[in-house]
């Protein structure tokens, strides 16, 4: 069975800060944690940040701003792969995080 989701970004009007609204990358990175697939935790980093780049293009949002976003959706991913460790056991974390380091631009 294939579920689709969509992708619903706006702005959050607590902060100010573009974000994407819907986590659902949050799940899908705790799924390929759980199954041990780190090969795709680069790819939709890099999706993630690309539809992140497309709202902020389309809200003209400024670049420190723009940049503190990324920051804190790599932040976001960071933490859910920490925090996957606990289900999932830290030497899995540990494939997930050395196999993001070695996609950095």
């Known amino acids: 069975m294939v579920i689709h989701t969509k992708i619903i970004v706006g702005i959050s009007?607590?902060?100010g800060f573009l974000v994407i609204q819907n986590p659902w990358?949050?799940?899908t990175l705790a799924s390929f944690a759980a199954a041990n697939r780190?090969?795709?935790v680069?790819?939709?980093?890099k999706y993630a940040l690309?539809?992140?780049?497309?709202a902020q293009s389309r809200f003209n949002i400024p670049v420190?701003?723009?940049n503190h976003e990324k920051y804190l959706l790599a932040q976001r991913f960071r933490d859910?792969?920490?925090?996957?460790?606990?289900i999932?056991?830290?030497?899995r974390v540990y494939t997930l995080l050395s196999r993001i380091n070695r996609h950095r631009d």
């Open 25 to 27: 990358y949050l799940v």
């Open 13 to 15: 009007t607590q902060r």
């Open 64 to 66: 420190p701003e723009a």
């Open 88 to 91: 999932g056991g830290y030497s």
């Open 42 to 45: 680069p790819l939709l980093f």
């Open 80 to 86: 859910a792969i920490f925090k996957g460790g606990i």
């Open 38 to 40: 780190p090969e795709a």
């Open 50 to 54: 690309g539809k992140l780049e497309q």
